[in-house]
């Protein structure tokens, strides 16, 4: 497999916040989990958890995440200084981040699915959870994605069907170039996240990457259901989904599965 150690992500590695601190594990629970405890205990802004392997991986809503070796499960610290209302946009700029990083690093065609999935050929390859400490001050972003993953070790039951990097690209992709790769583009989008426009430039960004807008969806939330066409992402990340009647929901948080574009 790839040589795949701390070493050599750190090696020269061109990064303003993302990045300057990383903790490499073995194994860890969840690396979410030590990341929240480090910001919780002071640790600085762009410190970065990395564990080969997870035993308790964590997804969105208490879900399980499946992380055995040969993947990249990694968390950053955030300390974003901003309304708890922008948490969503930088999950989705992770997601655009990630997403990049696996076009410029393999030149399979990853794109996105809201609210913050990486699918590649229509498979989902990474999940994202964000999670917020009191008050926001601080964000922990968690990213997984499945690069070397065997296809047996991945859920055969998953929401959404689950893929590999490796298995789209038909051979072991090199997780030290990718990794590295990706500090490097969360790093840009979290700068540009905080400039003037910022905000807009992501969404934007996340428009063009999009597999979900123009689709019929369907939206499974806290206590509803529902289907319609997906239209739009507004400035606070949320999804905007018009229903058969016209109407237009705006969706903050919830599964999305993709119907077509009938
Ligand atoms: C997510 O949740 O997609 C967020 C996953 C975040 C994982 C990272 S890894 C580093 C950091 N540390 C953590 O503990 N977590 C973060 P959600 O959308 O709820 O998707 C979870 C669902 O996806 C599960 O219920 C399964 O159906 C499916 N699933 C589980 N493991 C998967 C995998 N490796 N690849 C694709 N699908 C998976």
Redesign the pocket.
Known sequence: MDDYTRERVTENLDVRVIGRDLRWHDTLP????LAMHLAETGAPEGTVVI?EE?S??????G?????PRG?I???VILRPGFETSHVPLIALAASVAAARAIRESTGLQAGVKWPN?VLVGGA??????AETGPGAAWVVV???I?VN?PRAL??A????P??SLAERAGSPVDRVRLTRTLLGELDKAYAMLGTEGGAAAVLRDWRGLSETLGQMVRVEGDACGFEGRAIDVDSDGALLVRLPGGRIERVLAG?VTVRGSE
Not at 157 to 160: H, I, K, M
């Open positions: 969840s690396t979410n989990g564990a997870q308790a991986g964590r997804g969105r809503r879900r399980e995440w499946v992380s993947g499960w990694l968390s999935d989902k390859a990474v999940g994202i959870l968690g990213i997984g499945n993953v991945l859920p039951d998953a929401r959404y689950a893929t599964d």
